[in-house]
């Protein structure tokens, strides 16, 4: 996990409702950082995209704007490497294929925003390959 996103989490405060569940935080942070990785894949972000991106983690994580804004700067700036972001998302959900499909849909819906730029669709096969190993490329 990396360290920005760590820090931004502890400036939060202990009356932030974030994560229901503590365990999760490492797999929400990772989702995060794939979800912009898909919209920014072709250096540019649309307002829809980023507006997709906030929904998702609203309804997914019931976070307010402020906490989406915030986020969404932290993984902005970040120099993380998104395959480990999506190794740990594997992690959690190998043993989830609901979820695992839900993760999937999110991919797609934010490729699809504005019609399928530049290094999306590769970028959606290797979140592909990661989250679902069994299927050949």
Not at 57 to 68: G, H, M, S, T, W
Not at 94 to 120: A, S
Request: net charge negative.
């Amino acid at each position: 996990m990396f360290e920005s996103l760590m820090l931004w989490f502890d400036s939060l405060g202990k009356e932030s409702k974030l994560f229901n569940h503590p365990e999760d935080e490492a797999l929400h942070c990772a989702l995060a950082s794939v979800l912009y990785h898909i919209v920014s894949v072709n250096k540019q972000v649309a307002n829809k995209e980023k507006q997709l991106f906030s929904t998702i983690l609203k309804r997914e994580f019931d976070l307010n704007n402020e906490q989406i804004d915030h986020l969404y700067e932290t993984v902005s700036s970040s120099a993380s490497d998104w395959h480990s972001d999506l190794n740990t998302i594997n992690q959690f959900l190998k043993q989830k294929p609901v979820v695992r499909m839900n993760f999937m849909k999110y991919l797609i819906q934010l490729i699809d925003v504005d019609g399928v730029q530049d290094g999306e669709m590769e970028a959606f096969y290797e979140a592909l390959h990661e989250v679902f190993p069994e299927i050949k490329p």
